[in-house]
């Protein structure tokens, strides 16, 4: 009696019926061996970037964590205090005005990069021999130092700056009237970070096919229909993306503000991150810090999950 060997189908004598088996078995285990010797290799690459996220990033989290329900200032004792911060945050003045001024700040400035930045990559994707031009030019801002940038605006802004200068003795005080100064600090801030979400949703209407738009276009679609209908849904993710990644950046306004205006005038551009460095290392109260700091992850958390919830029905994935 024969049976045929599982690898090869020829036949085999009753006394060899196994042996096809053990090579496939050997080569099998030769084959994961080799595969979790890769896999080795690999964390052994991570470890160094797996130590720093360790040292610099999960270690302080849980210790602000810690921090927050306690009452330590710098060089005193920590004693425990449980939620005790938290409340002191919800009666605290300051941090309401902080609140109201972040808030103020993300209503008026997501919705300005995002549309001002689509509109620009639609722009210099429709440019054909300037378009890398344009978006060295237009990625400039975002590449070069907030901290630079925000000294230069603010010499311009001064009294006495260019913007008095050019408007004459009727120049508001931009940096010194309440209104003025968040309203200096939103445009500066747009002007800032329109080039990374150009760069970004101009890479992705470059991706949508151009056969669907000929299409389209010989069916006698304008140029409007075409944008709504075809390039929209197509890089609805990459949009999606920059609503995200800009609403966090916006909570998180720091430089702009400190550098530009310093949380004045009063503190009409104090915002939250601006009130929790202030907490921290001006009065070392670093436990009502932390506890600021929480809530402001916490808000940014529910914020993101309220746009993924929402991105399930405007998000087309399909290619």
């Known amino acids: 009696m024969t049976t045929a060997h ?9 006394g060899q019926a196994g042996t096809g088996n053990a090579r496939v078995s ?5 084959r994961r061996r080799g595969t979790s010797g890769h896999g080795n290799i690999g964390w052994l690459f991570l470890t160094p970037s797996l130590i720093g996220v360790l040292i610099f990033i999960v270690v302080p989290l849980l210790w602000s964590l810690v921090l927050s329900v306690m009452n330590w200032q710098l060089g005193g004792a920590a004693t425990f205090v449980g939620f005790d911060n938290y409340a002191r945050l919800f009666q605290d003045e300051g941090f309401r005005t902080a609140a109201l001024n ?3 700040y993300v209503a008026a400035f997501v919705p300005a990069v995002v549309i001002l930045s689509l509109a620009m990559a639609a722009w210099i994707a429709a440019q054909k021999r300037q378009k890398p031009i344009f978006r060295i030019l237009y990625f ?30 009727g120049a508001p005080n931009f940096l010194g009237t309440g209104s003025w100064a968040m309203t200096s600090l939103i ?17 992705a ?5 151009e056969s669907q738009l000929e ?11 075409r944008f709504r209908a075809i390039v929209l849904p197509m890089i609805s993710p990459s949009l999606f993306f920059v609503v995200i990644i800009t609403t966090i950046h916006a909570f998180q306004v720091f430089a702009q503000a400190y550098v530009l205006t310093g949380g004045g005038p009063g503190e009409a551009t104090m915002t939250v991150v601006m009130f929790i460095f202030q907490k ?8 009502y810090a932390s506890a600021a700091g929480w809530v402001l992850f916490f808000v940014i958390i529910i914020f993101t999950a309220i746009q993924g919830l929402v991105q399930r029905r405007n998000v087309n994935y399909d290619s």
């Open 6 to 14: 599982p690898v090869r189908g020829r036949a085999l004598g009753p």
């Open 26 to 30: 050997n080569s099998d285990r030769r």
């Open 102 to 104: 972040t808030t103020v």
């Open 140 to 169: 400039l801002p975002f590449a070069t130092p907030i901290v630079a940038n925000m000294i230069v605006w603010k010499l311009m802004l001064t009294p006495g700056g260019l913007f008095s200068g050019l408007a004459g003795s």
């Open 187 to 203: 445009v500066v801030s747009v002007w800032q970070s329109l080039g990374y979400n150009m760069l970004i949703l101009g890479a």
């Open 205 to 209: 209407i470059d991706a949508v096919p």
């Open 215 to 225: 299409a389209a276009e010989i069916d006698g679609a304008g140029a409007l229909t």
């Open 280 to 287: 921290a290392f001006t009065e070392l109260d670093f436990g």
